[in-house]
């Protein structure tokens, strides 16, 4: 399916109603029937919206899922599961990892293709990502001594759900790596011996989940924490220079990288990333209560049109809109974001095309 100049796209997350935090969190408990039946008009709901505010490539908002790093439980007996002190599902590695059923994450790629014509996406967390938040040094030992043994464990389990999710249908398949992208803040890296082989380490793990997967886009979302600011926690300074190397050795095609907020540093580095590399640009701000214009998101992306081409540019917010299946986001909010970042896409077709 062919794409416009500047296709819009979201990053995965989509607020959720209260409505859908009452489905996923199981109040009350329904009979699978029941659930299923809502939970399906809630995503019909979420694709509408997307489809009306013009945004091209399409998520089902991942509300089908309790955690976006969670659905791994989905996919693998050897958790435990709980809450965390500030409400967010909690998840970590107890047990040998044994796989369940496969096709949890691809179940909701099929729904959407029933649905919508347009293009899907669908997200994965990355290896790293599930090791640095679900191994425990006083739980997770006994089963795997060491966290890489853990992320090591991860990747077949994700590689299976990456072919389903291609034979399912999906157009994009988007790993999500806020872990590798903190090796961009000075503060993060002066927490490990050697923070470079951390971050190679992290995107060799990536490039084992991809490699030779083929017929389906690939994606990196290197978050910044952008989401963070959604909760109103720090937010991670640094350019994305002391991860570049790693950057060009991932085996994807696109890049989402985030460009709204000023810790960001200089869109020049889009000159040292390989050329075939496309960028799902960062250029609507997800911060609650600031609604950026269509011609301020039309203004940053013609500021990476000075480094790229612009078939390599996609739109996108920095983050999803729901970082924590407990933030609290205002979904009108959120969809007039997409409003305006497909009418900056209109004004930028009409001036490039």
């Given at each position: 399916?062919?794409?416009?100049?500047?296709?819009?796209?979201?990053?995965?997350?989509?607020?959720?109603?209260?409505?859908?935090?009452?489905?996923?969190?199981?109040?009350?408990?329904?009979?699978?029937?029941?659930?299923?039946?809502?939970?399906?008009?809630?995503?019909?709901?979420?694709?509408?919206?997307?489809?009306?505010?013009?945004?091209?490539?399409?998520?089902?908002?991942?509300?089908?899922?309790?955690?976006?790093?969670?659905?791994?439980?989905?996919?693998?007996?050897?958790?435990?599961?709980?809450?965390?002190?500030?409400?967010?599902?909690?998840?970590?590695?107890v047990d040998k990892l044994a796989p369940k059923k496969p096709?949890?994450?691809?179940?909701?790629?099929?729904?959407?293709?029933?649905?919508?014509?347009?293009?899907?996406?669908?997200?994965?967390?990355?290896?790293?990502?599930?090791?640095?938040?679900?191994?425990?040094?006083?739980?997770?030992?006994?089963?795997?001594?060491?966290?890489?043994?853990?992320?090591?464990?991860?990747?077949?389990?994700?590689?299976?759900?990456?072919?389903?999710?291609?034979?399912?249908?999906?157009?994009?398949?988007?790993?999500?790596?806020?872990?590798?992208?903190?090796?961009?803040?000075?503060?993060?890296?002066?927490?490990?011996?050697?923070?470079?082989?951390?971050?190679?380490?992290?995107?060799?793990?990536?490039?084992?989940?991809?490699?030779?997967?083929?017929?389906?886009?690939?994606?990196?979302?290197?978050c910044r924490r952008a989401g963070a600011r959604v909760r109103?926690?720090?937010?991670?300074?640094?350019?994305?220079?002391?991860?570049?190397?790693?950057?060009?050795?991932?085996?994807?095609?696109?890049?989402?990288?985030?460009?709204?907020?000023?810790?960001?540093?200089?869109?020049?580095?889009?000159?040292?990333?390989?050329?075939?590399?496309?960028?799902?640009?960062?250029?609507?701000?997800?911060?609650?209560?600031?609604?950026?214009?269509?011609?301020?998101?039309?203004?940053?992306?013609?500021?990476?049109?000075?480094?790229?081409?612009?078939?390599?540019?996609?739109?996108?917010?920095?983050?999803?809109?729901?970082?924590?299946?407990?933030?609290?986001?205002?979904?009108?909010?959120?969809?007039?974001?997409?409003?305006?970042?497909?009418?900056?896409?209109?004004?930028?077709?009409?001036?490039?095309?």
């Open positions: 399916m062919s794409q416009p100049l500047f296709p819009t796209s979201v990053v995965g997350s989509l607020p959720r109603p209260a409505f859908v935090l009452d489905l996923i969190n199981d109040r009350p408990p329904l009979p699978a029937d029941r659930y299923k039946r809502e939970m399906q008009a809630a995503v019909r709901y979420a694709v509408a919206m997307q489809e009306h505010a013009g945004i091209d490539v399409i998520t089902d908002g991942e509300w089908w899922r309790k955690s976006y790093i969670g659905v791994i439980a989905e996919l693998a007996h050897g958790f435990e599961l709980g809450t965390a002190p500030d409400g967010r599902p909690w998840t970590v590695v096709g949890f994450i691809a179940s909701e790629v099929k729904f959407l293709k029933t649905v919508t014509t347009r293009q899907i996406k669908s997200t994965l967390p990355s290896p790293a990502l599930l090791g640095e938040r679900m191994w425990n040094e006083n739980q997770s030992t006994k089963a795997y001594p060491k966290r890489e043994d853990f992320v090591r464990a991860c990747v077949p389990l994700l590689r299976r759900e990456l072919e389903l999710i291609r034979d399912a249908g999906a157009d994009i398949a988007q790993i999500d790596d806020p872990h590798l992208c903190l090796f961009v803040d000075p503060d993060v890296r002066a927490k490990y011996s050697d923070p470079d082989a951390a971050a190679a380490f992290a995107a060799d793990m990536i490039n084992e989940v991809v490699s030779g997967v083929s017929g389906i886009k690939m994606a990196v979302h290197l109103g926690e720090h937010a991670h300074g640094g350019g994305y220079g002391p991860i570049l190397p790693c950057l060009n050795r991932l085996k994807v095609h696109q890049l989402t990288m985030e460009f709204t907020a000023p810790q960001a540093g200089d869109m020049a580095v889009f000159k040292e990333l390989r050329e075939d590399l496309e960028i799902g640009l960062g250029c609507v701000d997800v911060t609650p209560g600031k609604i950026d214009s269509p011609e301020t998101i039309a203004a940053r992306v013609r500021q990476a049109l000075r480094f790229l081409a612009p078939e390599r540019i996609t739109l996108n917010p920095d983050c999803g809109f729901a970082p924590g299946s407990g933030a609290v986001v205002n979904l009108d909010e959120a969809y007039r974001k997409l409003c305006n970042e497909a009418e900056a896409a209109r004004m930028l077709r009409e001036q490039y095309n």
